[in-house]
């Protein structure tokens, strides 16, 4: 079995990924210092999939440390590099924390990539180094438009370090893969998104309904869009991990034309933030409350993808629909206070 490195592989699509690739054939070991990842993530992929999982609590910012890993691995023969911090308001407040953190530990994996011989690297970046786009449904040729925050920006930075280090590399391959809006939960509702206090739409509205939260807000109703509210791409996160085992088997197959290509990884249907709630209360059943308040600064009004490429040239399909992604979301969310009041027993 190929053995793959996931760095970040103890937060939400890291820990997704795993599952895919782990059912696909691959061997794979985990790096994630659990500053933003959960051991109780690496507890739920090893109980879906019957199997121990390793993983190396290592910050990616220490590179002896890093190297230690490569050298009591020297089987590995490809990287999927999730490990960043990610929180758009979080990067806004502390800038220097992110550009630290996010492109220190991708120039050491890269670094350790290079020192020991792996070719093949799949870098987790985001739909939000488009920017504020005005070529709907956007595809990978689209200009990237000014980053709306540190976050952002670093992704930016990150592929063009990937570019490069590809281009003066012949034997190093690189797939960026350009996220929408990740949301939902593994069918099992044993793995999920874990975030005590989030920000994003989908955790919000399921706390929301679970009573861990009195409300929420829709910011904003009055952008120009079919009913007021942001449309983004919303798409399941196990078909964002499929993609990464199918981005990896591509590389490792040879398929690639380029060094360094991008995919973006979206469904194609934008959805307003009213439809994904009305979605949310006819496949759950639950009545949410939500009041309808301010726009949000830093958001974008409108993204969704073009995702020919992924299609075409990974052989990628998505499987998810939007209510399968509320009716897992909801069963995680609901799994998660049964679990909880579980260990409240214990
Ligand atoms: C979606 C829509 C909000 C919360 C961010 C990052 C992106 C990626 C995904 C990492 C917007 C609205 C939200 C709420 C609301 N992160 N909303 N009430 O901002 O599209 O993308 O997360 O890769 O890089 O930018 O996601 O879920 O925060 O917002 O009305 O309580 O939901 O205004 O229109 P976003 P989101």
Not at 43 to 59: D, I
Not at 97 to 109: G, P
Not at 142 to 168: F, M, W
Not at 319 to 327: I, R, T
Request: charged share 20%; aromatic share 8%; proline share 3%.
């Amino acid at each position: 079995m190929k053995k793959i490195l996931v760095t970040g592989g103890c937060g939400y699509i890291g820990g997704h990924t795993i599952v895919d690739l782990i059912n696909n054939g691959f061997d794979v070991i985990s790096v994630d210092d659990l500053s933003k990842g959960s051991e109780r993530m690496m507890l739920g992929v090893e109980q879906v999939l019957h199997r121990k999982v390793k993983n190396y609590k290592v910050n990616l910012c220490n590179l002896e440390d890093t190297e230690a890993i490569f050298n009591e691995n020297p089987d590995i023969v490809g990287i999927i590099h999730f490990a960043a911090f990610k929180s758009v308001p979080e990067s806004v407040a502390e800038p220097l924390k992110y550009y630290r953190n996010n492109l220190q530990s991708l120039v050491n994996i890269l670094q350790c990539a290079q020192d020991f011989g792996v070719h093949h690297f799949v870098f987790s970046s985001s739909c939000s180094v488009y920017g504020n786009t005005t070529q709907l449904p956007v595809d990978e040729l689209a200009p990237l438009a000014q980053a709306e925050s540190p976050y952002a920006h670093t992704k930016q930075i990150g592929e063009d370090i990937c570019r490069n280090i590809a281009t003066v590399n012949d034997d190093f391959n690189t797939i960026l893969l350009r996220y929408f809006n990740p949301v939902g939960a593994h069918e099992s509702a044993i793995i999920g998104e874990l975030q005590e206090k989030p920000e994003n739409l989908v955790p919000v509205i399921t706390q929301t309904a679970i009573g861990k939260r009195e409300e929420m807000h829709v910011f904003g109703t009055d952008y120009p869009t079919r009913d007021g509210s942001c449309v983004r791409d919303y798409i399941h996160v196990m078909d964002i991990a499929n993609a990464h085992t199918r981005a990896l088997q591509y590389l490792i197959d040879g398929k690639n034309q380029e060094r360094c290509e991008v995919f973006n990884l979206g469904t194609g249907n934008g959805v307003t933030v009213l439809e994904l709630i009305h979605s949310f209360e006819k496949v759950t059943g639950q009545k949410l409350n939500y009041k309808l308040g301010p726009r949000r600064a830093g958001d974008v009004v409108e993204v969704y993808a073009n995702n020919n490429k992924a299609k075409e040239l990974l052989g990628w399909e998505t499987k998810y629909s939007l209510d399968q992604m509320m009716d897992t979301a909801w069963r995680w969310e609901v799994a998660m206070k049964k679990e909880a009041a579980n260990v409240g027993l214990n």
